[in-house]
């Protein structure tokens, strides 16, 4: 049976700290509703009621675009080992890109990552917990290096550009604020 909580409980964010990747959900008010796996250890809890977590450069950038026009957002944990449990943090967040002032602050709480394009300030107004009975057990190898290989590959310049002609808009067409204009 599912539980709802106010705000992280200790349980809450040992079960997070145990798991390799996490799912974001993001819609904006018309067009597709986005869900990404995320991972390479990019996501911190920092209080009772915020979390924060780095996006690095890939193939789209919905989430940014959504959060332009409507700021919700659903975070989701599974385990795939021992405990069967999946947690979701619901709430609101917004967009901080390499150029606004708060990047450093909050950057220095994540891991360095090549490619590393925004970060999300998440405002967590309930985190849930439900039954994780259907959830395969999986046994985590290794992380993939193939992202981190790519932007470290295309360097600084390359990542301006493919942000430029590739993560300017969702797939709907909206802007994502990615390229100061």
């Known amino acids: 049976?599912?539980?709802?909580?106010?705000?992280?409980?200790?349980?809450?964010?040992?079960?997070?700290?145990?798991?390799?990747?996490?799912?974001?959900?993001?819609?904006?008010?018309?067009?597709?509703?986005?869900?990404?796996?995320?991972?390479?250890?990019?996501?911190?809890?920092?209080?009772?009621?915020?979390?924060?977590?780095?996006?690095?450069?890939?193939?789209g950038n919905e989430t940014a675009g959504h959060l332009k026009q409507s700021d919700r957002m659903t975070i989701m944990w599974c385990s795939f080992t021992t405990r069967p449990e999946i947690l979701r943090a619901y709430g609101?967040?917004?967009?901080?890109?390499?150029?606004?002032t708060d990047w450093q602050t909050l950057a220095s709480q994540l891991p360095d990552l090549p490619g590393a394009r925004q970060i999300?300030?998440?405002?967590v107004d309930m985190v849930q917990s439900s039954c994780g009975y259907a959830v395969p057990f999986m046994e985590y190898q290794e992380e993939r290096p193939v992202l981190r290989d790519w932007a470290t590959n295309?360097?600084?310049?390359?990542?301006?550009?493919?942000?430029?002609?590739?993560?300017?808009t969702t797939i709907d067409g909206f802007e994502t604020g990615i390229v100061e204009e």
């Open 92 to 100: 609101t967040a917004r967009t901080v890109h390499t150029r606004d």
């Open 120 to 123: 999300y300030d998440m405002q």
């Open 154 to 168: 295309k360097g600084a310049d390359g990542i301006a550009e493919y942000w430029d002609t590739r993560n300017r």
């Open 1 to 59: 049976m599912a539980k709802q909580f106010d705000a992280f409980e200790d349980s809450h964010r040992k079960m997070v700290a145990e798991q390799q990747v996490f799912f974001v959900a993001t819609a904006a008010p018309e067009g597709r509703v986005n869900l990404s796996p995320k991972g390479m250890d990019s996501l911190r809890i920092l209080g009772a009621n915020r979390l924060i977590w780095l996006n690095v450069t890939g193939s």
